[in-house]
C-alpha cells in the first residue's frame, strides 16, 4: 500500500469535512471535543510528526497554536507533514512514541490512519451517512494490523493492556484475511499475533472496514460477529487511545 498517496487523500477528505463544518459541532466517539477541537488536535499531531521525521529526535507533543481560519490553518499543517515525509527515504532512522519500526515509513501509516479516523470523527460530526465516507478495504485491513503490532504494545505499557483471554481470530470476511491473537507471556506482555494457519478458541468477524472502526470503537461490537465470549469481552474493553 501506498501509505503517501492514502494519507494525501484522508487529509484531502478531513479538510473538506471539517470546511463544512461550524466548529461547535460535537464528535461523537471523543465526546469532550468539538470539530474545532477535532481539526486543532489532527493539525497539532501532523506538526509533531512533522518535526520528529525531520530532526530524527524524540519530540514532545507541542502545545497547539492555531491561526484562523482553522481550516486554512489545518491544511498548512497538513502540508508541512507531506513535505517532511518527502524530505526524507522511508528507511532512516526516525524514533517514534511505540518503539516499534522505528522509521520514516512509520510516521507515513501511522499519520495516514490518524487522519482516516479522524475523518470518519467528522463525518459523523456532521450526520454523514455511513455511505458517504466508507474506507476503502485495503485501508482497513492495513489498519487492523497497525492497531495489533503498534498499539497493543502501546496499550499495555499504558497500563491498559487489551483483554485477550484466549486465541482469536479476527476474520475481514470481504478481504478474506484473518489475524491470530492470543494472550502474551503472563500478566504484563502485552498480546501477541500468531500465524493465522493456527487453531483459534473463538472468532470476530466482519467487513475490514467494520473490524478496523470497532477497534478504533468509532462502530459497536453490534456491527460485528462472535463466535465464543472472550472476542466480546476484547471489543468491550481497552484497544486503542
Known amino acids: 500500500m501506498d501509505h503517501m498517496l492514502e494519507l494525501g487523500s484522508a487529509m484531502s477528505r478531513f479538510a473538506e469535512l471539517v470546511g463544512k463544518a461550524a466548529g461547535d459541532e460535537p464528535v461523537p466517539a471523543c465526546q469532550a471535543w468539538n470539530v474545532r477541537d477535532l481539526t486543532t488536535h489532527l493539525g497539532t499531531i501532523h506538526r509533531w510528526a512533522a518535526a520528529t521525521v525531520l530532526s530524527g529526535q524524540r519530540l514532545h507533543e507541542p502545545e497547539p497554536i492555531v491561526t484562523e481560519p482553522v481550516v486554512e490553518w489545518y491544511a498548512g499543517t497538513a502540508t508541512a507533514l507531506l513535505s517532511a515525509l518527502q524530505a526524507v527515504s522511508p528507511d532512516e532512522p526516525v524514533p517514534n512514541f511505540s518503539y516499534v519500526g522505528e522509521r520514516a515509513a512509520f510516521w507515513a501509516r501511522r499519520q495516514m490512519h490518524e487522519?482516516?479516523?479522524?475523518?470518519?470523527?467528522?463525518?459523523?460530526?456532521?450526520?454523514?451517512h455511513e455511505?458517504?465516507?466508507?474506507?476503502?478495504?485495503?485501508?482497513?485491513?492495513?489498519?487492523?494490523?497497525?492497531?495489533?503490532?503498534?498499539f497493543f504494545p502501546r496499550m499495555t505499557a499504558r497500563r491498559q493492556r487489551p483483554d485477550v483471554r484466549s486465541r482469536i481470530r479476527l476474520v475481514a470476511t470481504d478481504t478474506h484475511q484473518s489475524w491470530l491473537i492470543a494472550p502474551g507471556d503472563g500478566d504484563l506482555g502485552p498480546p501477541i499475533?500468531?500465524?493465522p494457519s493456527l487453531d483459534a478458541d473463538g472468532?470476530?468477524?466482519?467487513?475490514?472496514?467494520?473490524?478496523?472502526?470497532?477497534?478504533?470503537k468509532r462502530v459497536g461490537p453490534e456491527r460485528l460477529d462472535f463466535e465464543g465470549v472472550d472476542g466480546r469481552i476484547l471489543f468491550d474493553g481497552p484497544i486503542t487511545p
Open 115 to 128: 487522519t482516516t479516523v479522524h475523518a470518519v470523527d467528522a463525518a459523523q460530526s456532521l450526520g454523514i
Open 131 to 150: 455511505d458517504d465516507w466508507g474506507i476503502a478495504a485495503s485501508v482497513a485491513a492495513d489498519g487492523v494490523d497497525e492497531v495489533l503490532q503498534v
Open 193 to 195: 499475533q500468531l500465524h
Open 203 to 216: 472468532s470476530v468477524s466482519g467487513t475490514a472496514a467494520e473490524l478496523y472502526l470497532g477497534l478504533w
